[in-house]
C-alpha cells in the first residue's frame, strides 16, 4: 500500500472520529453547547483530516503518474473537498426541514461516516489481500 493509501486511511479514520465525536457531544448537551472548547477542537481537527484525507486519495489515484500530476492533483483538490463539503452542507440543510443544532451537524456526520467507511474498506481490502 502507497504512502499516500496510508496517509488517507489515518486521515479519513481521525475525520470521522473527530466529527462523530463532537456531534455526540453536542447531543450529550443537549444542543446547547455548538462550538467552542472541546467542540471547536474537534471540528478543526475534522476539517484539517478532511482535507488532508483527500489531498491523500487524490494523490493515491495519481501515484504512478509524473511528479507535475501528483503535485497538481494536490493542490487542485483542497480547494475542491472544501467547496464539496460546502455542496454536501446545502444539499442536507435543505433536506432536513427541522432547525436546531441537528440540522448544521448533518453535512458532517455524513461526510465524517463516509470517510471512516472508506478508509475501513480499504483496510478490509488490504487484509483479505494479505491472507489470500
Not at 40 to 66: E, K, N, R, T
Not at 69 to 83: E, G, H, S
Request: glycine share 10%.
Amino acid at each position: 500500500m502507497s504512502i499516500p493509501a496510508r496517509a488517507f486511511i489515518g486521515a479519513a479514520l481521525s475525520c470521522g472520529a473527530a466529527w462523530l465525536t463532537k456531534t455526540a457531544l453536542i447531543a450529550a448537551n443537549g444542543g446547547t453547547q455548538t462550538d467552542g472548547g472541546l467542540i471547536g477542537v474537534l471540528w478543526a481537527i475534522g476539517m484539517l483530516s478532511y482535507l488532508i484525507a483527500s489531498v491523500a486519495a487524490a494523490v493515491a489515484l495519481v501515484h504512478q503518474q509524473p511528479l507535475w500530476q501528483r503535485v497538481a492533483a494536490a493542490v487542485v483538490t483542497a480547494p475542491l473537498a472544501f467547496a464539496l463539503l460546502n455542496v454536501v452542507d446545502g444539499i442536507a440543510q435543505s433536506a432536513y426541514s427541522r432547525g436546531g443544532w441537528v440540522r448544521d451537524e448533518v453535512a458532517l456526520v455524513l461526510v465524517g461516516t463516509l470517510m471512516a467507511a472508506a478508509a475501513m474498506t480499504l483496510l478490509v481490502r488490504r487484509r483479505r489481500s494479505l491472507v489470500m
